[in-house]
């Protein structure tokens, strides 16, 4: 019998899941992580699918891995794991995965209050306000950011023509701002996003390409960011995240964030120092800030920070049996 035990730790930051393996993950070849992820993605990925996708997940589900770091610079390196792949970084999970490492003992920092993250897409630098046993907040110094491309136009049955930008923000993501067959998101339900993202992200993905300049590795739109005026009173904008076949982000999405705070500096509207608080679709909050310039193979770029909280929810161990279970690699209902 092959059965494969997987310790986990779940969790969610402000509403989204998060799954901390634990226990039972493969050793990775690789120099960097990002090489390492591609080695996971090439012979483990029955790993992601099966403790993300259902029986064991759900269409929401996200989660991380954590490794020995590759760079002297870092403290510990990170891989994250969702229904759609492993993403180069995750915001809201590497947030929920600092909260969940730090409250059960699993990381133990040199310097109280500070982290050092490897991610496939970079080093990212965290600060944490602990007071005792729990993490009250986790703020990440995100990988530079930028606007990849801006005024694509695609067309879908559903809304005729769709302006988009596209920025990158740790993952690409397209960004529908309220334009002639588009309002704000307030006017479709979570499932109707759901049924139009796909056909949006399908139609970008066929008719423009999505590099990196600097990590050619990462390529591809993976999210669609539907705007939105805010509810909250504190809050700049809100937001609803589309990523994997069928999911919303519930929280306002750490990456996603990002890549709207370097579309708004792009475009005048915001400069270093100025802060930007992003509301998810559930009504929580992250709090944005552009921490700098920078610059990304010559273009300008943002470095960004976000703040959120995570909460831990519960122990699980989890079997994957490739003998007695049909179903040991999960499923997904279209």
Not at 58 to 76: E, F, V
Not at 228 to 252: C, L, Q
Not at 262 to 271: D, E, H, P, S, V
Request: hydrophobic share 40%; proline share 6%.
């Amino acid at each position: 019998m092959t059965q494969y035990t997987f310790p986990c730790i779940d969790g969610h930051t402000c509403g989204n899941p998060v799954r901390l393996v634990t226990g039972g993950a493969p050793m990775l070849r690789g120099a960097t992580m990002l090489e390492k992820r591609a080695h996971f993605l090439a012979e483990y990925d029955w790993i992601r699918t099966g403790l993300m996708f259902e029986p064991r997940g759900h269409d929401q589900m996200s989660g991380a891995i954590l490794y020995p770091p590759t760079r002297d610079d870092c403290d510990i390196a990170v891989l994250f794991i969702e229904t759609s792949g492993c993403l180069p970084m995750c915001g809201h999970g590497a947030i929920g995965t600092v909260t969940i490492a730090l409250e059960n003992g699993l990381i133990r920092p040199e310097t109280p209050g500070q982290l050092r993250l490897e991610t496939p897409a970079g080093r990212v630098d965290v600060t944490y306000v602990q007071e005792g046993r729990f993490v009250e907040e986790v703020r990440l110094t995100n990988v530079p950011a930028f606007l990849h491309s801006e005024g694509l136009t695609v067309e879908i049955a559903e809304l005729g023509e769709v302006v988009v930008d596209v920025a990158y923000g740790g993952n690409f993501y397209a960004i529908v701002e309220p334009q002639e067959n588009y309002r704000d998101m307030a006017d479709f339900s979570a499932s109707q996003l759901v049924n139009l993202s796909p056909k949006l992200r399908a139609a970008l993905n066929a008719k423009y390409e999505f590099v990196h300049p600097e990590h050619p590795a990462i390529q591809g739109l993976s999210h669609i960011l539907w705007t939105g005026a805010p509810m909250h009173a504190e809050a700049h904008a809100r937001n609803a995240v589309f990523y994997g076949d069928k999911a919303i982000d519930r929280s306002p999405c750490g990456t996603g964030t990002s890549a709207r705070m370097a579309q708004r500096a792009a475009k005048g509207l915001l400069k270093p120092g100025d802060n930007f608080v992003h509301e998810s679709i559930i009504g929580t909050l992250f709090r944005g800030r552009v921490e700098a310039a920078a610059e990304v193979a010559g273009q300008p770029a943002i470095i960004p920070s976000i703040s959120g909280w995570a909460r831990v929810t519960g122990l699980n161990t989890i079997f994957i049996d490739d003998e007695r279970d049909p179903l040991a690699h999960g499923f997904v209902v279209t």
